[in-house]
């Protein structure tokens, strides 16, 4: 007798690879975080915005100089005016010595939590008010990977900061991908600019791709819609109270 041929396994589809998943969120986002979804890594994307942001914050440092923008920063506070010159240059210089050391450190502490504070975020309002099945793992990853262009805002921030006047660079409104790029920070109501400025192309990109992401983790048990709506609400009261906040000082 001969033994009976035993059929032959298909072959695994395999997964994409972090080359693939980096540049499918700009072409293919639907795939690429289907794929994150099931296999959520993500420390390419962490380290690639962790090492564009400090090269430009040493860069901005270089070019335009902390004392700079304090001084930017005392100018446009609604305080400046009830502070003696004294106190201004008080001001500007604490600004000055504690402004690089709050740069770096908001890169390489800030983005690792705040992406985790808004990932248990997303987390409560998917799984605990939406009822879909979604790791707190996987929406961190998603949102790593929905931060990728933030990357190329940070190169196109720098390309402007090499063509523009010192003077004229905004570190904090760099580029004019939104609203609050035409309007004078110096003169307008902090909460319509803070608001406007809150609208960037960039950031709207961003919410969503996380969106599309948490769609692909949370399967039929979450609508396009709902994910969403997971997304931009608490974003949209988070950018309400900014603004709310800003208009007081």
């Keep these: ?21 980096l540049t499918g969120v700009f072409f293919e986002p639907a795939k690429t975080f289907a794929d994150v979804a099931e296999r959520p890594g993500f420390w390419a994307p962490l380290i690639l915005v ?19 923008m304090a001084r930017q920063q005392v100018a446009a506070s609604s305080r400046a005016a009830q502070m003696t010159p004294e106190q201004r240059e008080m001001q500007i210089q604490m600004t000055t010595k504690f402004g690089s050391v709050f740069a ?9 939590l705040v992406w985790l504070i808004w990932a ?27 931060s990728v262009p933030g990357v190329i805002m940070a190169l196109l921030a720098i390309a402007v900061m090499f ?21 004078d920070p110096t003169t307008s109501s902090k909460f319509l600019y803070s608001l406007a400025t809150s609208l960037d192309l960039f950031r709207l990109w961003t919410l ?12 039929k048990q979450l609508s396009m819609g709902g994910a969403m709506t997971a997304v931009f609400l608490p974003w949209g009261i988070w950018t309400l109270a900014g603004a709310a906040l800003a208009g007081l000082f």
């Design 104 to 112: 770096y450190a908001g890169v390489l502490l800030g983005i690792p």
């Design 120 to 146: 248990a975020i997303l987390l409560g309002i998917v799984k605990g008010m939406m009822a879909a099945q979604v790791r707190l793992k996987q929406i961190f990853a998603i949102i790593a990977y929905s």
């Design 208 to 219: 969503v791709l996380i969106g599309i992401g948490l769609k692909a983790a949370g399967g």
């Design 163 to 183: 063509m523009k006047p010192p003077d004229d660079f905004n570190l904090q409104n760099p580029l004019v991908f939104n609203p609050g790029a035409f309007m």
């Design 50 to 68: 962790i090492v564009v942001s400090l090269v430009y914050m040493a860069l901005y440092g270089q070019h335009v100089g902390w004392e700079r």
């Design 1 to 21: 007798m001969t033994p009976e041929m035993l059929p032959e396994e298909e072959p695994q589809p395999q997964g994409l690879g972090e080359g693939s998943r």
